[in-house]
């Protein structure tokens, strides 16, 4: 089923920037920046609404812009070997869509459905590329938040036992997952041995 674009509301060119501004700031990664790094961002944010149902961003599709929550919720999901499989639901002054403008294929890696009519900022692309430029602390928070999500992704794809645990314990586990390069012909794990982690294999083999 297709479904209607967003629908932006008619933006008055003497608004305040007030109002975005102060929505910036709720978001961690931003919360700690000065209002001369936040300012060409909120000056380009509007604000859109979406009907339940609706789909936000696609998966695979070329991602240009991000979003942040205003209200309502959503879900993201991505598609599995067996259908789509829901990774997160988001709600009022969470951002989403930012992953796509970390990599070079500018792809997005999830879709995110309206569950309820939701109201969000647009947040352009450019002005955020050129924000993670100038600000390597901004981009450090931006890339571990990448990871956290790529690991929930991982985890609730790969058909692994955690799967199945509730949303908020199955958040924490994927925020404990470190990432190892084990080299070929390398013991990972060895009978007898006191064992105190257990491991996924994200790529490779293992015997």
Known sequence: MAFPSPRSTKKDPLR???????????VPAFSALDDQVLRPLACGMEEVSCAAGQEIIREGDFGDQAFL????????SAA???????LASLSSGELF???ALLSEAGRRTA?????????????PGGALKRSLAENPHLRAQFNDAAEAMFNMRFLKLCASPFSALPAGQFRELSGKLKPLHIPAGAVIVRQGEEGDS???VRKGEAA
């Open 16 to 26: 305040s920037l007030q109002q975005p501004l102060q929505w910036l700031r709720s």
């Open 69 to 76: 929550m205003i209200e309502g919720r959503a879900e993201v």
């Open 80 to 86: 599995g070997p067996e259908g789509p499989v829901t």
């Open 97 to 99: 869509g930012e992953l």
């Open 111 to 123: 879709t995110v459905t309206a569950v309820t009519p939701v109201r969000l900022w647009s947040i």
């Open 198 to 200: 257990c491991f996924v």
